[in-house]
Structures are given as structure tokens and as C-alpha cells.
């Protein structure tokens, strides 16, 4: 029988101890004293949430195929158990062996969004890994990171011995090779950082010297190592074929965020929405084969044992065959009781007709992004939903039964005016309208519920909006107002209802977002003075962070209310994404004249993603 | 068609509680494809119930779940079909069918046993005779105590609730009640005997381990039990599903 690394004393203490002792359904066993490498895959937030991640299980079921490597899993233990674990002095430890993360030759962390970064710093802390990567001896694991917040590495470079730029699966393989080779002939940690960083995509921040200019703008970022190259370009997968695919993912016995089977039906965007990183970051967009998914869905749905499949995707509606796999799932599955979901469709005909049939209509509700109130500002943006399209869409899905209506805006946009917010309130009422108007009084289901939530824009590295300036807690704060206000006069203000986003959490994620080498002091600063998941609410303590600011006399105006120059050197720079930094500019320029671009399959924006060979840039062309 | 699932729940597995191991079947019965009866509507579930939640930190090899079927392949193969899916630590005991007229596993619960020993490492809370002195705790007439419910505290005499103990080498065999009319669990009992000793209880000091749950087909004053997998019987030739259970 297994043997935990926690008392039962301990595991009996905490709030859900299933947290912290392996042993789910698919995971994987191996004797970790039979193998070569130890990597353990750690989602730096609680495990409910880290179990619910896509990436993780496809790294680990690719890791594992290998007999040399053993993969396990780690995440943030929860509050209760952090204390414990300080107390006692019990190294962090991975849920398969129950073993120190500390002995573990890699540690892999997956960073999916800037509010982590202070529970990187926990687990490193927690594993007894000192957090500087400066400081580690032969002795520690290679500490690695990867995921989307790598495409601006720097705020979190000084934790990280390497990092991975771009999709898993091309370069782990190689990445293993070379390290048991460097094992094997007795290397050194810095001879493996330096084959290491001869591998495309590795990026070791210690290879890299940077300067700054007076006025506090980057000056140079030049390599210090022959080994290092003056770019790290972005890996990607170009045929999704070729690539493993997770059929037995992990089944989490507590009920995780994401309590379904995930099939990513493709990887990128058409729509060039110039606000989404995702959008620019993961181009080209590349599909998998029907066959394949159909083939994955029921495999999976079989070894997990699962009720619900949710397609997975950045805009679902864009699949070429998304109605032939729509329609094959209900019918396979119709009679089994297994619900379907779908995100990020687009409310027409078609998704009406599938959510009729899937869903409850009583109960659901229907979502638009928008994503700004007025069609001024919606050019801006590039998102090509106008006002007619949300209201044909409203009006059907009122036909069909429906009477809730999701809508959801950013604050604080590019030139934004007081109009385009108060168009928020003025769409909403208008979407009201539209209920009455089509349902006739004996047929309503009550009063219809139009919920409006809107967050705070933050620009992304890797996109049109990279060189925008962010705003004050103050004048986001006044935005909100703005909308509230414009809510309480319209005509149906009693079926709109309109909640915002915390406007702190928007400034320091802007902040950890588009920051250089010198916040990394800030974050260590923070999480000393005990800031930790500063991405739940009931933790985040924006006064810690503002101390740490002014400890380490750095100002958070540097980094959020400059609108940066377009030749200003960008702590990002040195990576290549594929989209160039010429494309970024003439979208930016585009956008302030509110000019739409087209999507990538109507029409080539040359954005220079074309040199990766492959994907929609190379559709129809055989 | 009635089918009762014993099942143990070992090592490790004493730290997933109740409500997950709920899920964890629901899913097992999907990737096993057991042919389970759903409820109708629109969010339908399957139809199952447990006879007593066990709780976090206990272990045991006597668990009940009851299913409704739609049809079913004979007694074995369905143990081992459904044994294909566990993990460590769960494993289906028996699989047995339900006259039609049967109550559900968890109205019926009248008595439970329990093996308490003593935990690696925790002699020092333990003293020397514990399991002799709980002889003497139970010659008591009655044993009250303090029992918290959903709206006061009140005093019971749990004495009649002990129906059976004694003093076996690898710890205290108890035969409790349980079920809906009275309920003893085992931790209540030790912290008992914890204060007629005088001493602070510490609840991490023991293991306890569920043997049986059992029916009482006696009466009020002479009790006869019976383990909860004996009312049903042995599958030996499958049940197809009938005409109008096809969707």
C-alpha cells in the first residue's frame, strides 16, 4: 500500500485531503529509483484547479510514455496546509511518490496567469529550493517554466533556470536527451544550461545581460554565453496528427473546475482581436482532423468515465467541421446520458439549435463578448460583432426559450470615450428590448435578465495593444461608475444587472504583465511580507504589494501610464513569436484609426506567421 | 432490477470522503458499463444509494451501495468487470441481487462492527492496559454523555447502543448501532472512555476499521442480525434488460 509523506494527524487536519495524495484514476505509477529523470509538473495554484488544466495532462501523458522518465504532479497546497508544511519543516512533495520536490531532477511549472507568480515563490519556498536561481547548487532540480506568461518571462526570470517558449511538444523529448547525457558523463548544472540553450525555444535568462536606459526604458538585452542566441523562437506543433494526444487523462476524485473530458479541437485564432495575447501568441490556427476527434472523444469519455465533453478552443465557431462533430457526438451519445458542452460558440442558428438539444433552456443562459460597447470602439478592438449580430442572435435564442443573456466588456480600451462606455448600458438595454418585442406577454417566463460584467483592459506583450497605456485604480473605478450609471437610466433597467472587476488586481496585473527584469525584487518583496494566491480575492492584499513597490523603489505608474514609444526596446523583444513586431505596429496604427482587419481566412494580413509552414496560412493550397 | 454492492475502502483511500467516493462510483459504472437505470429530467443521475457514509480517516471491508439495473451480466463477472476500474484501496466484495420488494440498504442500517486498535507511534497517548480498562468502561450501567445535534446539546446513555465488545489481540471488536433510530459512531464511544479515564482524548491515537454493517430481523428486545449483503443473492445467470427498461 502506498505510503504518504504526510501523518494522518496532518491529512485529517486539513480541508480536503484528497488534495494531497495521489492515486486518481489514469494517474500514473513507476519506481522512481527505476528511472532516469524525475520531473515533476506543477500548477502553481490549488489542485482543483491545477487537476482542471488541459496542458498538464498532455505533458504528462507524454513524459510518461517515456520509461527513462517519470512524471508526477504538484500544486499550491492550500492555506491550511502551508502552514503545516512551515511549521513542521516538511518539504513540499509530489502527489505520485509522495517524494521531496527538492530531489526531483526538473520541476516544471506551468504559469497561465501574472496573479500566480507570488505561489511560484511558495512552492520553490515550500520545497526548500531557494527562489533565486542564482543560488542553487548541483544539488537542486532544474527549476523550468512554461505556458503563456513566458512569452514576457522577465518580471519572473530570476526564479527560473530555463524557460520554454511555445507548445510542449516539440522540444521536451530533445530537452530529456540532453540532460540524461549530461548526467550520464557527470556534467555539470551549467553545462546542461548551456546545451540547453543551443535547443530552440529554451530561453536561460542567466545567459542574458540587460541594461537600462536613464529615463528607466530597456536599453539592451545581449547574451553573455556564446551558447545563447540573441532570439528565442516560439516551438509549435505543426501537425496535430503527429502529436499524442492525452485518451487517459487524470480523474480527480474531488469535483475539479473543470469536471468533463476537454477536447482541444485546434490550437489559435483566425479573428486577430488586437486586445487577445492568445490570439497573436498561438498563430497560426491549426485543426485536428474529424476523424481523430471523434475517435479521442469516445476513447476518453470511456477511460475517464465522465458525463459531460466540452470542446476546447479559442473560437469554437471557426472549426471547419464543427457541425459534423457537433452532430456525431449527439447522436453517439445521445442515449448515454452524456452532456456536451460549448464555449466560445457563436450565437447563431446553428449553436441555437445544438444548445436546444443539449441543454436545458430553462436554466442556461446565452453569452456574447462584445467586448465594447460601441461599433467605434469595437473597430478599434478588431472584433467583428456588430450590434445587428447580437441582436438577431438575442431574439432567436428568445424565440427558443431563453430569457437569461450574459454579456461581457472590457473598460479602459484604447481610446476610449465616455460614449463607448455608456454604449455598454445602451446595448444592454437594447438586448432587453428585443425580448419584449419578440415574446409576446402571455409567452414570457418572467421579466428577461440581461447580466453585464465588465473587466479592466490590461495590453499583453505579443499583441497590437502591447504599446498602450493602462490607468490609475482611480480613473478605472470612475469608468465603472460611468456604466452604473448609464445601467440605472435605461428604460429595462430592472432586468439589466451590472458587476465589475476588482480595479487593484487590474493595476498590478498590468504591472506583472508588461514588466522588466526589476520587478522580479517586487514579487519576492510581496510574497515575503506574506502575499500568496493573489488571484482569489479573499487573499489579495493590494496594500502588501503597494509597500513592496515603494520597498524597492519601483513605481507601478513606470509600468502602466506611459504609452510606450513604438521604438522603445520591450522586455520582450528577444523572442520571436513568428507575428512581427511590423505587423503589431501597423495593427496598432489601424486601431487608432478604427480600421477593422480581416481574419486570416478571408484575407491574408501578412502578420509573418507564414514562415512555420503550415496551418490556415497554407489552407486549400495542396 | 435491486443489486447491493459490498465494497472495502482501505489504505489511503480513508482520506477521500463520502461525497467523492459517490462520484468515484458514478464514474466507475461508466468506464465498467454497467448497465445502471438513470432518473429521468433533464440533468438525470444515476440510481444509487450508500447504506452509511463512512467517515474521513476510517477504513473498512464492509460498505453497501444499492443501484438500480437496467440488466445485468451474472454475479462474478460484474465483480470483476467493476474491480478492472478501481484504484488501490476500493474493491468490490460482492454483487448480489434484491428481491424486487426490498428496502434500500440505507433504511434498514441497525448495527455495525467496528475493529479499534491502537496507530504506529502513538504508545505514549495510549497507556499500558488501555484494552483492559475498557472492560471496566463497559460494565457500566449506563455511559452518558454529551451528544451535539442540529439544534442543542443533550445527555444520552450510549451503554444500550454497545451491543457487543471484546478484547481481541490486534485491538477492541465493538458491534455498535447505527442506522436512523440510534447511532453510535466509534469516535464518540473512545472519547467517552477517554474522559471516565481522565485523560485528553486524542482522536488520531487509533484506527478504526468498519467490519459489517448489519439488518435487524429480530425485535425490539432480541436483536438478530444479519450482515446487509445476505438479503440478496448470487447472480448466476445474466439478466438481460427487458423490452420496456430500452430506451
Known amino acids: 500500500m502506498k505510503k504518504l509523506a504526510l501523518r494522518d494527524e496532518i491529512l485529517l487536519k486539513v480541508e480536503k485531503p484528497a488534495r494531497y495524495i495521489g492515486n486518481e484514476v489514469n494517474s500514473v505509477k513507476k519506481d522512481p529509483r527505476g528511472v532516469d529523470i524525475r520531473f515533476v509538473m506543477c500548477f502553481p495554484d490549488v489542485y482543483e484547479i491545477g487537476m482542471s488544466h488541459l496542458g498538464i495532462q498532455i505533458l504528462y501523458d507524454m513524459f510518461n510514455r517515456r520509461d527513462d522518465v517519470y512524471c508526477e504532479r504538484v500544486y499550491s497546497p492550500w492555506i491550511d496546509m502551508d502552514r503545516v508544511l512551515r511549521e513542521e519543516h516538511i518539504p513540499l512533495f509530489s502527489l505520485e511518490s509522495q517524494l521531496p520536490v527538492k530531489d526531483a531532477d526538473f520541476l516544471g511549472i506551468t504559469i497561465q496567469y501574472e496573479m500566480c507568480y507570488t505561489n511560484i515563490l511558495q512552492i520553490l519556498d515550500l520545497s526548500q529550493i531557494p527562489l533565486n536561481a542564482a543560488d542553487r547548487g548541483e544539488e537542486y532540480p532544474i527549476v523550468i517554466g512554461g505556458g503563456p506568461c513566458t512569452y514576457n518571462p522577465e518580471p519572473i526570470a530570476a526564479f527560473f533556470d530555463m524557460f520554454y517558449i511555445g507548445e510542449g511538444e516539440t522540444r521536451y523529448n530533445d530537452l530529456m536527451d540532453i540532460y540524461k547525457e549530461i548526467k550520464a558523463s557527470g556534467g555539470s548544472r551549467q553545462d546542461f544550461l548551456e546545451r540547453a540553450a543551443e535547443l530552440p525555444g529554451i530561453y536561460v535568462p542567466s545567459f542574458y545581460d540587460v541594461s537600462y536606459c536613464e529615463d528607466g526604458t530597456l536599453k539592451s538585452m545581449m547574451p553573455n554565453n556564446p551558447h545563447a542566441s540573441r532570439q528565442v523562437i516560439k516551438q ?5 496528427e503527429q502529436v499524442s494526444y492525452p485518451e487517459k487523462p487524470l480523474v480527480p476524485y474531488l469535483k475539479a473546475t473543470q469536471d468533463r473530458v476537454v477536447l482541444e479541437i485546434q490550437r489559435g485564432c483566425i479573428r486577430g482581436c488586437r486586445f487577445c495575447q492568445a490570439g497573436m501568441v498561438y498563430r497560426p490556427v491549426r485543426e485536428r482532423s474529424l476523424e481523430q476527434l471523434e475517435q479521442y472523444a469516445v476513447n476518453i469519455l470511456e477511460n475517464t468515465g465522465h458525463d459531460e465533453i466540452s470542446l476546447s478552443s479559442l473560437s469554437s465557431s471557426d472549426y471547419s467541421r464543427l457541425k459534423e462533430l457537433v452532430y456525431f457526438l449527439i447522436e453517439k451519445f445521445r442515449d448515454k446520458d452524456v452532456n456536451i458542452s460549448l464555449p466560445s460558440l457563436r450565437i447563431d442558428a446553428f449553436s441555437l439549435d445544438v444548445m436546444s438539444r443539449v441543454q436545458d433552456v430553462k436554466k442556461s443562459s446565452l453569452t456574447f463578448a462584445p467586448e465594447a460597447g460601441s461599433q467605434r470602439m469595437r473597430n478599434v478592438i478588431n472584433k467583428g460583432l456588430t450590434e445587428e449580430d447580437i441582436l438577431n442572435g438575442s431574439a432567436e435564442a428568445f424565440r427558443g426559450g431563453w430569457n437569461k443573456v450574459k454579456l461581457y466588456f472590457m473598460l479602459g480600451l484604447p481610446t476610449e470615450t465616455k460614449e463607448d462606455m455608456e454604449g455598454i448600458a445602451d446595448l444592454a438595454n437594447k438586448v432587453a428590448k428585443e425580448y419584449y418585442e419578440t415574446v409576446p406577454k402571455e409567452e414570457r417566463q418572467g ?23 493602462m490607468f490609475t485604480k482611480e480613473e478605472y473605478l470612475a469608468k465603472a461608475r460611468v456604466v452604473n450609471e448609464a445601467m440605472k437610466n435605461q428604460l429595462n433597467h430592472k432586468s439589466l444587472k451590472y458587476n465589475w472587476h476588482e480595479a487593484d488586481v487590474s493595476v498590478l496585473e498590468g504591472v506583472l504583465a508588461r514588466g522588466d527584469r526589476r520587478v522580479s525584487k517586487v514579487i519576492l518583496d510581496a510574497y515575503r511580507r506574506g502575499c500568496i494566491y493573489d488571484s482569489w480575492s479573499e487573499f489579495f492584499d493590494n496594500g502588501k504589494w503597494m509597500e513592496a513597490f515603494e520597498a524597492q523603489d519601483l513605481d507601478p505608474a513606470f509600468y502602466n501610464l506611459r504609452e510606450r514609444s513604438l521604438d522603445e526596446l520591450l522586455p520582450w523583444d528577444f523572442i520571436d513569436t513568428g507575428v512581427t513586431k511590423d505587423f503589431l505596429k501597423k495593427e496598432w496604427k489601424r486601431a487608432m484609426e478604427g480600421t477593422v482587419s480581416s481574419n486570416c481566412r478571408a484575407q491574408c494580413q501578412g502578420c509573418g506567421v507564414r514562415k512555420f509552414g503550415g496551418g490556415v496560412c497554407f489552407e486549400d493550397q495542396d | ?20 467516493v459517490m462520484r468515484y462510483f458514478q464514474k466507475v459504472n461508466r468506464r465498467a458499463g454497467v448497465d445502471i437505470a438513470y432518473s429521468g429530467g433533464f440533468s438525470p443521475h444515476q440510481i444509487m444509494s450508500f447504506a452509511s457514509p463512512l467517515g474521513l480517516g476510517l477504513t473498512s471491508e464492509g460498505e453497501y451501495l444499492d443501484i438500480e439495473m437496467n440488466g445485468t451480466e451474472d454475479s462474478r463477472t460484474m465483480r470483476d468487470r467493476m474491480n478492472h476500474e478501481m484504484v488501490e484501496g476500493m474493491e468490490i466484495l460482492s454483487y448480489r441481487r434484491l428481491p424486487d420488494t426490498a428496502k434500500p440498504a440505507m433504511s434498514i442500517v441497525a448495527a455495525a ?3 479499534v486498535s491502537s496507530k504506529e507511534g502513538y504508545e505514549e497517548i495510549l497507556w499500558d492496559g488501555w484494552k483492559a480498562f475498557f472492560a471496566s468502561f463497559c460494565s457500566q450501567e449506563s455511559i452518558l454523555i454529551w451528544k451535539k445535534t442540529k439544534k442543542c446539546e443533550k445527555q444520552v446513555d450510549i451503554r444500550p447502543m454497545i451491543y457487543e465488545w471484546r478484547v481481541e489481540a490486534s485491538g477492541i471488536f465493538l458491534r455498535l448501532a447505527a442506522g436512523s433510530a440510534d447511532n453510535l459512531k466509534p469516535e464518540l464511544l473512545l472519547e467517552a472512555l477517554f474522559q471516565y479515564a481522565g485523560r485528553e482524548f486524542c482522536p488520531h491515537a487509533f484506527s478504526i476499521h468498519r467490519l459489517e454493517i448489519y439488518a435487524d430481523t429480530g425485535t425490539e428486545k432480541e436483536h438478530s442480525f444479519i450482515p446487509l449483503e445476505e438479503m440478496g443473492e448470487e447472480i448466476l445467470i445474466p439478466v438481460p434488460r427487458t423490452e420496456e427498461d430500452k430506451p
Open chain 1, 236 to 240: 509549435l506543433v505543426m501537425d496535430m
Open chain 1, 447 to 469: 421579466r428577461v435578465q440581461v447580466n453585464v460584467s465588465t473587466s479592466f483592459f490590461i495590453p499583453k506583450p505579443f499583441t497590437p495593444f502591447q504599446w498602450a497605456s
Open chain 2, 1 to 20: 432490477m435491486k443489486i447491493r454492492i459490498k465494497f472495502s475502502k482501505t489504505g489511503i483511500m480513508k482520506f477521500i470522503g463520502h461525497l467523492d
Open chain 2, 113 to 115: 462492527d467496528y475493529m
